[in-house]
């Protein structure tokens, strides 16, 4: 994979991973070329896109788009099912997330993108095993900034 | 007590949202990026992009105090990085904060360490130089007993790490493949790949180390190790046949349901590894029987058991025809994947279908039958509303083309090209037009309409191999030479009607093949046409939408047809036009034309008809010049060295240090003039051009006059091998008969001057076009009549000045200012007075006076620049002198003078400014020019070089 974005219907970049090394310029200009090829589809069209020399998939989840650059070669029907995985994990770790949540914990969605890929390629594809290694950070942050929430994190930890 | 009221204030929002959350089981909704919540509502509370921006930048130099203030405790680095990672997403820099991400990464304690990388891996790119101060954390991270702490750093590793400093962690990496966890394996290989992606070589050694993770008891590990196999065997399949057993039984666990459930995804086991496996044995099968041979069983097996109509079955099936598509066949197997892809293409899912089309555009060539099958389909996915499926019709249809089907296929592609932006899929498109055109072509004529239009539609983006190919194709033609000509002809003329529609811009591609097309054949046409041609390329040379790229192809084509024409006017016109252009290519190509022109006998040899296929004979070693050195060398003039033998006797004789950067020794070997080829030229032209000149170098500047010699030399032998008579010609015999020649042709310019025929007269008016805009400022004042003006009968001793201003419109070398003035005699008999004067460019140089700041801050606005070594007199070593007779030939304003450098500025009338810095080191006069027009640096410097060099 080359990329991942997360952005609104309105445009507005929620989450961006570039796992190929880009120039800052280069990525504002893709994101927002990008960004405007898929708001314009209709949603009965394909997932699938050809976009200058990549294979774009996206997928919308209530407001947000959820749009992975992959190259030629790769397989779409896959790629759409991991961008599907991503929402359950975020779904399980939220607790049915929405888009608020990934807005202002937008640092946690990447600690679990990045449990979950690593450097484009799927690393972890068990659910479980994902959530844990998140988990197990997490904790410690929660003993560090208030103690009462450890007990609502029931018995998963360490 | 601030501090106090600041912490109360930060945990007020923060309980508030805790309430509204409830408590509920997502713990993670925690309020410790409240400040960053209090960002984002201000933000969503604004309406207009203006208030978001002046709010960010509030934000983020309140935001640049806290990060640099030292009472900041990392807990409150880790906040404020939270937000500056936001306000980067937002699009806004906060470059500031990049050093602290590094920092907070070092020092922090876990979860402030674990903000920390997530922000150096959002906020850097891999070639970032503050990237190298992450190695040292990495490094210690790596070797920490905490387990979070070793992941974060594989994490990182896996991310973004400098390639040269690879060799620092990939030991203590390769360790933790034989670590106990096998979460920390698992990173440990992925990051490994990571390295083998960008450093190959770096991790040859390890690749025993990959074949152990391959077996690891743990699945996780034994899948990431499959994206290194992956790779490697994609670069070399060979070396790893050995291994197709394992994968295939692998696979056959995975597809058997062995792996825990842990690895189910929708109750399918393990999708994501049984596609990577699939797609390796489809690596390792291709071409490849006996290796074939031990995957066909688990390959039916998986066609079999994807049944589940679910889309991550599907993304398996995909796979899985692919590879059996791809291996050594099976028809039994092809069959099966042969149902599968029309499972695909009949579904009502427009993703499946889309896949569908995917896979038959893949096995066409293998099985066209499978198109006739789906024939419907296909037809109409080529009117489906949506872009995406239409193309991947259209690349179906393009593997299926033949000599029958071409021109409908063509014509769809070209109506898709034609509703398509985009400018990757019309490069793509356009070449596949063309490679379809050039195979199956029906006619002639159909060939070229549809390269017209590639090369319209193409523009300038196309890849230039189709302008090429498809010239050479012209050239060489096929094995019927009358057929061969017909689309020649055709050619000609399908360009001739497209260059009559008026306000139409074509690419400069297409007007570049045009040119040569039109060059090379318009001698197809009859011969009363040449002139015209000539007329319309002449038109489009003048046209401002032109490139000078272009130009000199049309130009050259010109050149090609003026032998060919009866009359010669345009071409005189052009030459006119062009020797005195700016742009120095132009005008070396107008000088050859004009040389050529002169001597008709020889242009034809030079140029002769429909010979592009054959090869020109170079004489590389300019053996015809032998005669001239030996007299030269005869005379005493110094043997010829090359260029690096020069190079290095200068170093040896300047045992000093080199102050100048490398590059800039390389011209300052030759001191008298430009290296360039167009430079050579210039000199010489212009002393070819007008007598005075001429005198004056020669009398002044001996090297000026050898390279006069040098560029007729050059000139007359060439004819002589062309023609193919004796190449042993005396030299010195030649010699005389072109200084003769020369001579003639000088008086001949002189007459022109003195005798005008009213041609000469339009064509001065003409030149004197360029420089209109009378009455404008006074800028140049010039004591001219207006044409057509009469003076009232005045007494002798009464004189009247008119005065009026002249201003250039673009910059020209030189031009012609004439006129007449009637005038009545005593007698009432009325007279003419024709006056003409010469202008060149130097007279629309006016000083820039400007103070030392401006120079400075304009210096860095302009983007074209010039840097030559000229080298000083003994006179005038002192930088003051030679800056005063600067300012006193050529007008520039000596604005500043530090130490042994000085600073010079001038402005091209009406307000064009170059700007001059220049520096002395022992004789060497430094000069550097920088202007917004292109070519002014260039003209000025060789000024400059004429009048550093001839005082």
């Not at chain 2, 159909?446 to 012209?474: C, E, K, Y």
């Not at chain 2, 000093?656 to 490398?662: A, H, M, S, V």
Request: proline share 4%.
């Amino acid at each position: 994979m080359r990329f991942m974005l997360l952005f609104s219907r309105q445009g507005k970049l929620r989450l961006q991973k570039w796992y190929l090394a880009t120039s800052d310029k280069e990525r504002k200009k893709m994101v927002r070329e990008l960004m405007q090829v898929v708001l314009a589809r209709k949603p009965k069209m394909c997932s699938f896109l050809e976009w200058r020399d990549l294979k774009v998939v996206y997928k919308r989840y209530a407001s947000l788009y959820f749009c992975c650059a992959i190259e030629g070669q790769d397989n779409e029907l896959i790629t759409l099912e991991l961008i599907h995985r991503y929402v359950e994990l975020l779904d399980k770790y939220f607790g049915s997330v929405c888009e608020l949540d990934i807005i202002f914990n937008f640092e946690k969605a990447y600690f679990i993108l990045d449990e979950f890929l690593m450097g484009g390629d799927v690393q972890d594809t068990s659910k479980k095993s994902v959530l844990k290694a998140i988990e197990q950070a997490d904790l410690l942050q929660e003993e560090d900034e208030s103690p009462r929430s450890v007990r609502d994190l029931g018995p998963q930890g360490l | 007590m601030s501090d106090i009221v600041e912490k109360t204030l930060t945990a007020l929002p923060g309980l508030f949202l805790q309430n509204q959350a409830g408590g509920g089981p997502a713990a993670a909704k925690a309020p410790f990026s409240s400040r960053l919540g209090g960002l984002v509502r201000s933000i969503t509370a604004l309406t207009s992009k203006h208030e978001e921006e002046k709010l960010i930048q509030q934000e983020l130099s309140s935001l640049k105090a806290t990060v640099s203030a030292p009472t900041t405790t990392l807990k409150m680095m880790k906040e404020c990085m939270v937000r500056l990672m936001y306000c980067e997403m937002l699009g806004y820099d906060a470059s500031f904060g990049y050093i602290h991400a590094i920092k907070l990464a070092q020092q922090g304690n876990l979860l402030e360490k674990r903000v920390g990388y997530l922000a150096v891996s959002l906020f850097l790119h891999e070639s970032h130089e503050l990237l190298l101060l992450l190695v040292n954390t990495v490094v210690k991270d790596l070797q920490s007993t905490n387990l979070i702490e070793v992941c974060m750093a594989l994490t990182i590793v896996s991310q973004i790490f400098p390639r040269e400093m690879i060799p620092a962690v990939l030991p203590l990496i390769e360790d933790k493949l034989q670590h106990s966890k096998e979460i920390i394996r698992r990173k440990a290989v992925l990051a490994l790949y990571k390295f083998h992606l960008i450093a190959p070589n770096q991790v040859q050694h390890i690749h025993v180390k990959f074949r152990k993770a391959l077996c690891d008891r743990d699945v996780g590990v034994m899948a990431a190790s499959l994206h290194i196999y992956f790779r490697m065997i994609k670069e070399n399949s060979s070396g790893y046949k050995d291994l197709t057993g394992s994968f295939v039984t692998i696979l056959k666990q995975v597809v058997g349901g062995k792996l825990p459930v842990d690895f189910n995804y929708h109750s399918v086991p393990a999708p994501w590894l049984q596609i990577q496996l699939l797609r390796i044995l489809g690596l390792l099968g291709k071409d490849d029987q006996r290796t074939s041979e031990l995957m066909y069983d688990v390959l039916d097996e998986s066609l079999r058991r994807a049944e589940l109509n679910h889309n991550v079955t599907y993304a398996i099936l995909f796979e899985c025809v692919h590879t059996v598509y791809s291996i050594y066949p099976k028809s039994e197997l092809l069959e099966k994947a042969a149902k599968c892809i029309g499972k695909f293409v009949l579904s009502p899912k427009i993703n499946l279908k889309y896949l569908g089309l995917k896979a038959l555009t893949y096995v066409i060539q293998q099985d066209p039958t499978l198109a006739l099958q789906h024939q419907m389909t296909i037809i109409e996915c080529l009117d489906h509303p949506d872009p995406i499926i239409k193309r991947e019709t259209l690349e179906l249809l393009y593997r299926i083309t033949n000599t029958q089907n071409v021109t409908v296929i063509v014509q769809k592609m070209l109506d898709y090209l034609h509703q398509s932006k985009e400018e990757y899929i019309i490069v793509n498109l356009v070449g596949k037009i063309a490679e379809l055109a050039e195979k199956y072509a029906p006619d002639n004529a159909w060939f070229i309409q549809t390269m017209n239009a590639v090369f319209s539609v193409g523009g300038d983006v196309i890849h230039p191999d189709i302008p090429n190919n498809f010239l050479r194709l012209l050239a060489e033609g096929f094995d019927d030479e009358a057929e061969d000509q017909q689309l020649r002809l055709y050619a000609v003329q399908s360009y001739l009607t497209l260059l009559d529609v008026e306000n139409v811009f074509y690419p400069q591609r297409f007007l570049q093949v045009m040119s040569w097309v039109l060059g090379e054949y318009s001698y197809l046409l009859d011969k009363e046409m040449t002139e015209e041609v000539i007329t319309k390329l002449y038109r489009l040379l003048m046209s401002d939408s032109i490139s000078s790229e272009t130009k000199a192809w049309l130009i050259a084509a010109v050149t090609k047809l003026t032998p060919q024409a009866h009359s010669s006017n345009i071409v005189e016109k052009l030459i006119q036009e062009f020797t005195v252009s700016l742009d120095t290519c132009m005008r070396q190509h107008a000088f050859e034309l004009k040389h050529l022109h002169e001597n008709m006998e020889l242009m034809k040899s030079l140029l002769p008809v429909d010979k592009s296929c054959e090869d020109m004979m170079v004489d590389a070693s300019l053996s015809f010049l032998d005669g001239f050195v030996a007299e030269g060398l005869s005379q005493g003039a110094a043997p010829y060295k090359p260029h690096h033998q020069r190079q290095e006797e200068k170093l040896s004789q300047e045992k000093g240090l080199n102050f100048e950067p490398y590059g800039l020794s390389f011209s300052s070997s030759g001191f008298t003039g430009r290296q360039s080829p167009a430079g050579i030229s210039l000199g010489s032209d212009v002393s070819g051009n007008s007598a005075d000149t001429g005198l004056k170098e020669t009398s002044s500047l001996k090297l000026e006059g050898i390279k006069k010699l040098w560029g007729k030399e050059g000139y007359l032998p060439k004819k002589e091998n062309k023609t193919g008579d004796e190449t042993e010609a005396p030299v010195p015999q030649e010699t005389t008969i072109m200084e003769n020649v020369d001579q003639a042709v000088t008086k001949k310019d002189q007459s022109q001057v003195l005798t005008q025929t009213k041609e000469e007269k339009e064509k001065q008016l003409l030149a004197s076009s360029l420089f209109v805009g009378l009455g404008s400022e006074s800028s140049v004042n010039l004591i001219t009549e207006q044409p057509e003006c009469c003076l009232s009968i005045t007494e002798a001793e009464n004189t009247k000045i008119f005065q009026y201003s002249v201003q250039m419109e673009k910059p020209f070398m030189q031009g012609n200012l004439c006129g007449f003035v009637n005038y009545q005699t005593v007698d009432t008999l009325s007279a003419q007075l024709e006056f003409s004067v010469n202008l060149s460019l130097l007279d629309f140089i006016r000083p820039l006076k400007i103070s030392t700041e401006d120079f400075g801050k304009l210096w860095l606005t302009f983007a074209n620049d010039v840097k030559q070594n000229v080298k000083m007199s003994d006179s005038q070593a002192a930088l003051p002198s030679t800056l005063e007779t600067l300012e006193q030939k050529l007008r520039l304003h000596v604005v500043d003078i530090i130490g042994n450098e000085g600073l010079l500025a001038c402005q091209l009338l009406p307000s064009t400014p170059c700007l001059v810095h220049c520096r002395v080191y022992a004789d060497i006069l430094a000069l550097w020019f920088r202007s917004s027009c292109s070519t002014l640096p260039d003209y000025l410097l060789y000024q400059c070089q004429k009048v550093i060099e001839g005082s």
